[in-house]
């Protein structure tokens, strides 16, 4: 089992910068992923950032490419969203999750390649 923290939240004017932090407790496999998901007002909860727990693969979506950078420190168990030039619509929660391990069957843009999730951070970009 693996629990995740998430912090960093708040609110930033647009062009702004924030960085998120999520906090894992438990073991990771080497095969999971840990990524970064939002859900925006009356949205579906969607893809937003995901990198390899053991390196050597990140993926963003692209509304987030060249803007958002995923990374993670496994001495600390955690993992980071630095989030600059943010705008208006990045405004949503932002959810931290895990993967217990990946098969390979589901792209890990998917949201159910992910099996442990934290409670969520708010993110507001004021215009």
């Known amino acids: 089992q693996v629990q995740l923290v998430e912090s960093g939240g708040g609110l930033v004017q647009a062009g702004g910068s924030l960085r998120l932090s999520c906090a894992a407790a438990?073991?990771?496999?080497?095969?999971?992923?840990v990524a970064w998901s939002r859900q925006a007002p009356g949205k579906e909860r969607e893809f937003v950032a995901a990198?390899?727990?053991?390196?050597?693969?990140?993926d963003y979506a692209d509304s987030v490419k060249g803007r958002f950078t995923i990374s993670r420190d496994n001495a600390k168990n955690a993992v980071y969203l630095q989030m600059n030039s943010l705008k208006a619509e990045d405004t949503a929660v932002y959810y931290c999750?895990?993967?217990?391990?990946?098969?390979?069957?589901?792209?890990?843009?998917?949201?159910?390649?992910?099996?442990?999730w934290g409670q969520g951070t708010q993110v507001t970009v004021s215009a």
């Open positions: 999750a895990a993967s217990a391990f990946w098969s390979g069957v589901y792209s890990i843009r998917s949201l159910r390649v992910y099996d442990y």
């Open positions: 438990g073991r990771l496999d080497s095969t999971a992923y």
């Open positions: 990198t390899r727990w053991s390196g050597g693969r990140t």
